[in-house]
């Protein structure tokens, strides 16, 4: 059964700090390039990070500089440092694999983590 995990959201004010961690099981973890997608009320759900399986990362141009993506493989973990946070980063975030992740032919989601940010 596949599982993802999103922890550490939280409430933070403009230019502090949250650390997202993505636990995931059921999936061969190490093999898929992974994700960070969020999803502001209202809007569309956008890809924030990405890193592949070997560690090569690509970043919206909106959080280039400011949020750093990462994985631990070793323990089917997924990171996101995000710094210099922004009212407009408020959303909620979830991880997935780039592509994303089907269960028995349903599109396959985490509950999400939401990361607030006031001004």
């Known amino acids: 059964q596949v599982q993802l995990v999103e922890s550490g959201g939280g409430l933070v004010q403009a230019g502090g700090s949250l650390r997202l961690s993505c636990a995931a099981s059921g999936i061969i973890f190490s093999q898929y390039a992974m994700a960070w997608y969020r999803q502001a009320p209202g809007k569309q759900r956008e890809l924030v990070a990405a890193?592949?399986?070997?560690?090569?990362?690509n970043y919206a141009d909106s959080v280039k500089g400011r949020f750093s993506i990462s994985r631990d493989n070793t323990q089917n973990m997924l990171y996101m440092q995000m710094n210099t946070l922004k009212p407009e980063d408020t959303a909620i975030y979830y991880c997935?694999?780039?592509?994303?992740?089907?269960?028995?032919?349903?599109?396959?989601w985490g509950q999400g983590t939401q990361v607030t940010v006031s001004s």
């Open positions: 997935n694999p780039v592509g994303g992740i089907k269960w028995y032919g349903i599109p396959y």
């Open positions: 890193i592949t399986s070997g560690g090569s990362t």
